[in-house]
């Protein structure tokens, strides 16, 4: 499968611990998007990446959300001391920004986040 | 602020009908906006966009700056087009992060 993959697929952990998600994008996509999705909402931007620059983050990300991508290709999502309300679907999605192309952003699996 | 509105939760029709999934949205740009489609037990795909003005899949959707719409419409749905339907929008072509509506529910029945 050469799409966008994301690992675990369902992670439960108890609150108060940390937990840590991983995205591999497709092949040579240099932006890498996360968004986390709850029940009834579409999905809701957290922050991207070109290449390792992380380019923007949404006030979504409180100081307890890092998200890093250490050599431009997979990369990582982490909650600290998470809380029940971080309970979601958390989505990856790549694109390849290049001029004259069409950007168009493609969807990983998401990972399922339940927090008891 | 920038926002999305999908005001339909659930969209129920006959096989054959005329489908029309409502989006509305707030930016003061030029937006780009997009139609996003996810299937049961898939990932979320793009379905369309409108700079391409391309019908996918039967599906259509006009801009209206006007009215800051972005319907969707397909004039003979299919059992096979059940799905969530989102609208969303981006800042520009940039590449920029992308703003979702809640999603529309459409079901097909026979």
């Known amino acids: 499968d050469t799409g966008v993959s994301q690992d675990p697929r369902h992670k439960i952990t108890k609150r108060g611990q940390n937990v840590t998600f991983r995205c591999d994008p497709i092949?040579?996509?240099?932006?890498l998007y996360w968004y986390r999705q709850t029940l009834g909402q579409g999905p809701e931007f957290l922050t991207y990446f070109q290449n390792e620059a992380q380019l923007e983050k949404s006030r979504l990300l409180s100081d307890r959300f890092s998200a890093e991508r250490p050599k431009g290709s997979f990369s990582t999502l982490e909650i600290q001391r998470t809380e029940q309300g971080d309970s979601a679907m958390y989505l990856c999605a790549s694109s390849l920004l290049i001029t004259g192309g069409d950007n168009e952003q493609f969807f990983g699996p998401g990972t399922r986040l339940t927090v008891l | 602020a920038q926002r999305v509105t999908q005001p339909e939760k659930l969209l129920s029709v006959f096989k054959g009908a005329p489908v029309e999934l409502k989006c509305n949205y707030s930016y003061s740009g030029s937006p780009e906006l997009f139609w996003y489609v996810q299937y049961s037990r898939q990932r979320l795909q793009l379905l369309l966009r409108?700079?391409s003005r391309e019908s996918i899949k039967g599906f259509t959707a006009d801009l209206n700056k006007g009215e800051t719409s972005f319907h969707l419409k397909k004039p003979f749905a299919q059992e096979e087009d059940s799905a969530m339907y989102y609208c969303?929008?981006?800042?520009?072509?940039?590449?920029?992060?992308?703003?979702f509506g809640k999603g529309t529910t459409l079901s097909v029945s026979s």
């Open positions: 969303a929008l981006s800042f520009n072509q940039a590449g920029t992060a992308l703003i």
């Open positions: 092949s040579e996509h240099n932006r």
């Open positions: 409108h700079i």
